[in-house]
Every structure is written in C-alpha cells, then in structure tokens.
C-alpha cells in the first residue's frame, strides 16, 4: 500500500483545513486508517483512526470535537477534517494504514506510513 498525504498549509488559529490520503491497491476497506503528528521536538503522536468500513472512529482528547475523520472506500481515500485549529495543532500530519479492520492507536502497529503534509496554525 503506498500512501499519499495531501492538504496541509498555513491557516489562522481558528480556521479549517480537510487533509486527504489517497492510497494505492484494490483493498483499502481491508485497511484502518489513521493519522497521526509529530510537532518540532516531540514525539509522533495519534490523532485519529477510522476502521475500514469507517463506522467505528477515535480520537485522541487533544482532538476530540474538532476534527472528523471520514474515508470513501470507493475513492481509496481518508480525510482529516480540522476545524477550530489552534496553534498547538502545527505539526507534520501523517496517514497511516493498518491491516485489518479494527481501529488501532498504537503507532507501531501500522504497517504503511504516507509521507507527511505540513499544517502551521498562527496565532
């Protein structure tokens, strides 16, 4: 599975922005999906998954209200819709995908990784 993130820029604090990823292959409703971050000097962190028939989802707290995530199995694509950003949400966005349709939050149990869009959120 090969991913690609796409979306990111720069907004003001309080703004939106929808990422995307859109995956190769022909069976990407076998896949979790989930996105992740990693801020300057600190540590990948989970934000949010989807299972592969997108009807389970998790957030992490730091999230939770603000952002959705969604996929179209049809389009072998998720998204990360962020509204409400505030400056402590700028970091390296990530997609992963997980084989097997329960919803994981453990970033090492994700087998592909997209390679990153950045979003900056000013003050």
């Known amino acids: 599975v090969q991913l690609q993130a796409s979306g990111g820029g720069l907004v003001q604090a309080g703004g939106s922005l929808r990422l995307s990823c859109a995956a190769s292959?022909?069976?990407?409703?076998?896949?979790?999906m989930g996105w992740f971050r990693q801020a300057p000097g600190k540590e990948r962190e989970f934000v949010a998954a989807?299972?592969?028939?997108?009807?389970?989802?998790y957030y992490a707290d730091s999230v939770k209200g603000r952002f959705t995530i969604s996929r179209d199995n049809a389009k072998n694509t998720v998204y990360l819709q962020m509204n409400s950003l505030k400056p402590e949400d700028t970091a390296v966005y990530y997609c992963?995908?997980?084989?097997?349709?329960?919803?994981?939050?453990?970033?090492?149990?994700?087998?592909?990784w997209g390679q990153g869009t950045q979003v900056t959120v000013s003050s």
């Open positions: 992963a995908a997980d084989y097997g349709v329960v919803v994981v939050t453990t970033i090492h149990l994700y087998d592909y």
């Open positions: 989807i299972s592969g028939s997108g009807g389970s989802t």
């Open positions: 292959g022909r069976t990407f409703s076998s896949y979790a």
